[in-house]
């Protein structure tokens, strides 16, 4: 695996392959990884003839009260992560390669960045945008991996990708979760022993809302209800609990036999956490 930290020499290094017809899969990521990240950057080594990862913590895209300066990284145990997936490039840019000076080409998230995590975290999803279109400009690969477990993001890269018509294909690739359930996510590393006993109740909530669905209720306030309810034995705080649409992640007014994605996010301790389920109705 090659460590390269300059896109150019990237995209100098990918240029033979591209003219030898070699598919190019691509995987952006923050680092810290885990088998979540692991297992979209296997699924890309089965899908094409060289694999591109990328580590960028993108301060764009943490508001300002956010942990952007916490966030963990450890480069040296990704690296070694990596190398046993058989990752053939590893993109590690610094923050002017990717935004230079004078840097105001920001793109529009578009319409489904309104719902869920948009209003509770101005400009996350503008910065996330933006960063995937610098990096799709950079790496120009045929496919590109992103994680159900940040659902509304893939959502809106597949929203971007088709408005700028950008010839890669956007694959989703299913939430892996630790054998308790909690999704697993680089800021899992947060929690105290304590609070990742109580994290458990993010995904048994996930479970109690299609339980609810499943039974045959279809008023989205009274699951709403019961989900906030039994949430709060464990959480300190709940952003949002939703019933949305898996398509335009606007929230439904009532559930129907169509699938719906329950999202939720809350606070254990200071540490914000998200998870989400596809209901079939
Ligand atoms: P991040 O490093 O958090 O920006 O995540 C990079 C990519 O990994 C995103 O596409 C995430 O959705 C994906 N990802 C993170 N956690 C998981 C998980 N538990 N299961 C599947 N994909 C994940």
Redesign the pocket.
Known sequence: MKIIRSPKRLNQALFRARCQGKRIGF??????L?E??L??ARRARKENDIVVVSIFVNPDQFGPREDFKRYPRDLKRDEALLKRVRVDYLLVPSSRSIYPKGFREFINPGPRARYLCGPKRPGHFRGVATVVNRLFTIVQPQAA??????YQ??KVIEDMVQRFALPVRIKT?????ESDGL????RNRYLSKKERILARGLYQSLLEARRVIQSGHRSVSRIKRVVRGRLLNDVSKIDYVEMVDPESCAPVKRITKRPVLVAIACFIGTTRLIDNLLVKG
């Open positions: 995987v952006p990521t923050m680092g810290s885990h979540g990240h297992s979209l991996y992103f994680g159900l477990k940040d993001q893939a690739c299913p939430i892996v979760r999704a697993m996510s680089s």
